[in-house]
């Protein structure tokens, strides 16, 4: 335990947040600082950092009344709204930002989710666009398996991935506000402590595909074509592209799923990377 | 119009499954450049492989059809419309769009033989030629050709370019070089006039002599 506070390895008016490897200091502030504290901390447990992690930025949270829910604006710093769940998702992608830009030129970063069996360790990561079912599927799958990510994985020179099991953004019952969920709350299963890449699929939803899945093996080119717009700071990696070929090298052909309900994905994720035990 | 390649951040080639009796190696490239990646086909992979060192329009023709043979339409316009294209996707940047020929520098001909008896004095004959009277240079004229001349202990002729000839000569005669450009150009394209030397391009370490601008005239005594 570190000595500075209640919070491991920070002030306890903060939290420190770890995810793909990377830390950022998360400082409620305003008249709500207490009760903002408490959301944070229910919300991020799995993140929340062992001692010995270095920040690498401190974003201030502020719940203040009558004051504008700012837009989405990445790298921000000080996030404000008086909405507390669009608050909360505003800090979430704030959180993601700052930990990208601490993991740039360093790790390979897809916009995906991902999960890991609980014994061995093999991983399945999908890639997608946002809001296109990484959350759904994670959700899914992380009952059995491992709650890696839904939203970010940055993955390694030797395959291991960092994990980053951050709150689920889903959609409430309504269909319209975005609710912050922890995984605890949803009962997804922790991370293997030490997750590495078997395969990585693309996600290609489209609720008017019939029957099962359809899998598709894709070639090297169209893959990095394909997953390019999904990376985070591919350029600052040093050889950014050979790294993407590498990894297909050692996990087989990217393959492209398509489907219409995360529930057939079942079958083939248990597949992919093994039936839980 | 000289042009090179927009140094990408990474790049992935995949070779040729079949190279066939073509000298191209590779079926496809993918070049990384900051937010967007380019897929290049077999023509666009081979010239950004050329276009690694500045290179000028004619040059990667030339070494376009060496590899891909010549294409059906006009060799010179396929190769603007290809460069064209990958200047606008920017993977080509212009480094020099004025004269074409800028790149191309002066070599002794293979057919010129010479004796250069001192620094002063050299005695060229075009062996193509064998009726016309062998041509003495004195003085600076000789100075140039000796910068033409293949360097001390090897054979091949080397390639000069106007702008280092005239550095040289300037240099050598302490002079300006805009107060000796008229004289050595005029010099230079009797030389040429004569056969004796021509414009040529140095490409990976081979010479290629560029197509005479000039044709000799018909019915010249002992022309083939």
Redesign the interface.
């Given at each position: 335990m570190d000595s500075g506070g209640a919070e491991s390895g920070a002030a306890s008016d903060r939290l420190r947040i770890s995810g793909i490897g990377a830390s950022v200091d998360l400082r409620p502030v305003g008249a709500h600082a207490p009760q903002l504290l408490g959301h944070l901390r229910r919300l991020w447990a799995r993140c929340l950092s062992h001692a010995g992690s270095e920040s690498a930025a401190t974003l201030t949270v502020n719940l203040a009344e009558g004051h504008a829910d700012l837009p989405r604006t990445p790298n921000a710093l000080e996030i404000v709204g008086s909405d507390l769940s669009l608050l909360l998702e505003r800090t979430t992608q704030a959180i993601t930002s700052a930990l990208i830009a601490a993991r740039a030129g360093k790790l390979l970063m897809f916009h995906a989710g991902g999960v890991s069996h609980p014994v061995t360790g093999k991983s399945l990561v999908f890639v997608a666009e946002s809001r296109t079912g990484k959350t759904t599927l994670a959700k899914l799958l992380a009952t059995q398996l491992g709650y890696l990510s839904d939203e970010t994985i940055g993955i390694d020179e030797e395959l291991r991935i960092h994990p980053y099991p951050k709150p689920l953004s889903v959609r409430s019952d309504d269909g319209h506000a975005r609710e912050e969920i922890s995984p605890d709350a949803l009962h997804l299963l922790p991370a293997h402590e030490q997750p590495t890449l078997s395969r990585l699929v693309i996600l290609d939803r489209n609720p008017s595909h019939l029957g099962p899945p359809q899998v598709e093996e894709i070639d090297?080119?169209d893959a990095?074509?394909t997953l390019?717009p999904q990376t985070s700071s591919?350029?600052a990696l040093?050889?950014?592209?050979?790294r993407i070929?590498d990894l297909v090298a050692h996990t087989g052909s990217v393959l492209r799923l398509r489907y219409a309900e995360a529930q057939s994905l079942v079958p083939l994720a248990t597949e992919l990377i093994g039936a839980p035990a | 119009m000289i042009v090179q390649l927009c140094p990408p951040n990474d790049r992935l080639t995949r070779p040729l499954a079949d190279a066939g009796e073509t000298d191209a190696t590779a079926a496809d490239s993918l070049l990384l450049y900051d937010g967007t990646i380019v897929h290049l086909g077999t023509l666009g992979t081979a010239i950004a492989e050329l276009a690694e060192q500045p290179i000028g329009i004619e040059t990667l023709a030339h070494e376009l059809q060496q590899r891909f043979g010549a294409p059906p339409e006009d060799l010179l316009k396929a190769t603007h419309e290809a460069v064209a294209h990958l200047i606008d996707q920017a993977v080509l940047q212009v480094v020099d769009s004025g004269d074409p020929s800028a790149e191309l520098g002066w070599q002794v001909s293979e057919r010129a033989a010479y004796v250069a008896s001192s620094p002063e004095r050299v005695v060229v004959l075009n062996l193509d030629r064998p009726a016309e009277q062998p041509l003495a240079i004195l003085g600076s004229g000789a100075a140039i050709w000796h910068e033409l001349m293949p360097p001390e202990g090897t054979l091949e002729r080397p390639i000069r370019r106007d702008s280092e000839l005239l550095e040289r000569l300037a240099e050598r005669y302490g002079c300006a070089q805009e107060s000796i450009s008229a004289d050595v150009q005029n010099f230079l394209a009797e030389l040429v006039d004569r056969g004796l030397i021509q414009r040529s391009t140095d490409v990976a370490g081979t010479t290629q002599a560029m197509p005479p601008s000039r044709e000799a005239p018909p019915g010249r005594p002992g022309s083939q």
């Open positions: 090297l080119f990095i074509i390019a591919l350029s040093p050889q950014g592209l050979q070929a | -």
